[in-house]
């Protein structure tokens, strides 16, 4: 964890700070290499536990996620100061959520929301990279992972309609 201490950023935080426990995605974004990844991986818990809840229940707490992410990351960002951390991995617990809305509770659609969020956050593209470049703020850190989730979401209920 050499990579950690030398990060004065993360100095700042603690996981004993409800805040930033979350922001860090309970954790995982602490990992020292692909912590967006490690962000997502993180998500699937969060989502098997939603999931049985109905779609409704689901819906409803996915769009607490989102707006409570935006004081989440923001509180985080600016208790780091630093501008979206790649540490901050919230926004990617919202966005798996969202890629994985009405999904069938079969691994190989989880898996490939998984595969199909990661794509779109690391590819970023447009308006997701202009999204990330230009908006500030805790909304900022949120919105380009809620679009490429958007984005995942609709290919995979495509994938699903084609071959599901």
């Known amino acids: ?15 004993k700070n409800p805040i930033h426990f979350l922001a860090l995605g309970f954790g995982s974004g602490l990992a ?9 991986l993180a998500a699937l ?15 409803a707490i996915t769009l607490v996620v989102i707006v409570a992410g935006v ?5 985080a960002a600016h208790d780091m100061g630093v501008h979206d951390h790649g540490a901050i991995v919230w926004d990617e617990v919202a966005g798996l959520l969202i890629t994985l809305i009405a999904v069938p509770m079969q691994w190989q659609w989880i898996a490939l929301g998984f595969v199909l969020f990661r794509l779109f956050d690391i590819i970023k593209p447009w308006p997701i990279r202009w ?7 805790g909304f900022g850190i949120m919105i380009d992972d809620v ?18």
């Open 45 to 59: 818990p969060v989502f098997l536990l939603l999931a049985p809840l109905g779609l409704p229940a689901y819906l």
């Open 147 to 164: 679009v490429a989730g958007v984005f995942a979401l609709l290919s995979l209920q495509l994938c699903l309609y084609w071959f599901g």
């Open 1 to 15: 964890m050499k990579w950690l201490a030398q990060d004065p950023a993360l100095k700042k935080l603690s996981l």
């Open 32 to 40: 020292a290499k692909a912590p967006g990844t490690f962000g997502t």
């Open 131 to 137: 999204l990330d470049a230009k908006v500030d703020g």
């Open 71 to 75: 004081f989440i990351c923001h509180r």
